[in-house]
């Protein structure tokens, strides 16, 4: 059900080009993709020489919504499940990253804009993974 009182497609246009045009500046300026899990993965593994622009990264991604707090009132955050839920649904998460080489940021904003058959193959499967889980918690177990 879309929420048409705050459907946003503009911003929510520009937030995509945004993110494009981010990941598009980072492949070409460092020659890395900017997928998450690759990234905190890196830094877990201590590579001598390679965690200072991975740190950054990080630090960046999470200082990001401090300083647009700043600016702009932050949107109310509302989470309608319980803790053992979210830390399930966590370690599924990474899990999942494991096993598909990837998460969705690197796959499905990174590997499809380069075609990448892996990511689209990733990208159609992480997909498909949510809407059946979708539908079988609101409409079979709800």
């Known amino acids: 059900m879309i929420d048409w009182a705050n459907f946003t497609p503009w911003l929510s246009l520009a937030g995509g080009l945004l993110i494009g045009i981010a990941t598009a500046l980072f492949l070409l300026v460092n020659g890395k993709i900017a997928g998450i899990s690759g990234i905190v993965g890196g830094v877990l593994r201590f590579a001598a020489g390679d965690i200072g622009w991975r740190a950054a990264f990080i630090v960046g991604l999470m200082a990001a919504p401090l300083v647009y707090g700043l600016?702009?009132?932050?949107?109310?955050?509302?989470?309608?499940?319980?803790?053992?839920?979210?830390?399930?649904?966590?370690?599924?998460?990474?899990?999942?990253?494991?096993?598909?080489?990837?998460?969705?940021?690197?796959?499905?904003?990174?590997?499809?804009?380069?075609?990448?058959?892996?990511?689209?193959?990733?990208?159609?499967?992480?997909?498909s993974a949510g809407v059946i889980t979708v539908f079988v918690v609101r409409h079979l177990i709800a």
């Open 71 to 127: 600016l702009a009132p932050l949107p109310s955050v509302r989470i309608d499940a319980r803790p053992v839920s979210l830390i399930i649904a966590g370690l599924l998460v990474g899990v999942g990253t494991r096993y598909g080489s990837g998460c969705t940021s690197g796959h499905g904003v990174c590997g499809l804009s380069r075609f990448s058959p892996r990511s689209m193959v990733a990208t159609a499967s992480f997909v």
